[in-house]
């Protein structure tokens, strides 16, 4: 079992800034990847940014260019610095982990944070 615990989030007004950061606790060893994933209400959750066990990382393009995603793997932590925020990035962010996909069920560590809050306001 793994538990994570998202913090940093807050309120900002357009333009500006924030870092979250999620800390890793318990079986820790059974993962992999680690990511952010964020929940607007009335929408999906989405995919925000992603870093793998060998540090590449992913951005989808609403995102790309203005979020870093970071990881101190000696600390079992990764952070999210999110810059030049805009309103459309207001809603809940939640820290994931996920395992070696290639270890098939045995390598399964998918765990979820429970949220931290980004408001972006007007």
């Known amino acids: 079992q793994v538990q994570l615990v998202e913090s940093g989030g807050g309120l900002v007004q357009p333009g500006g800034s924030l870092s979250s950061s999620c800390a890793a606790s318990?079986?820790?060893?059974?993962?992999?990847?680690m990511g952010w994933y964020r929940q607007a209400p009335g929408k999906e959750r989405e995919l925000v940014a992603v870093?793998?066990?060998?540090?590449?990382?992913y951005y989808p393009d609403s995102v790309k260019g203005r979020f870093t995603i970071s990881r101190d793997r000696a600390k079992n932590t990764v952070s999210l610095q999110m810059n030049n925020l805009k309103s459309e990035d207001t809603a809940v962010y939640y820290c994931r982990t996920e395992g070696d996909y290639a270890l098939g069920p045995a390598g399964r560590c998918d765990y979820w944070g429970q949220g931290t809050q980004v408001t972006v306001s007007s």
């Open positions: 870093i793998s066990d060998r540090d590449v990382t």
């Open positions: 318990g079986d820790t060893s059974c993962i992999s990847a």
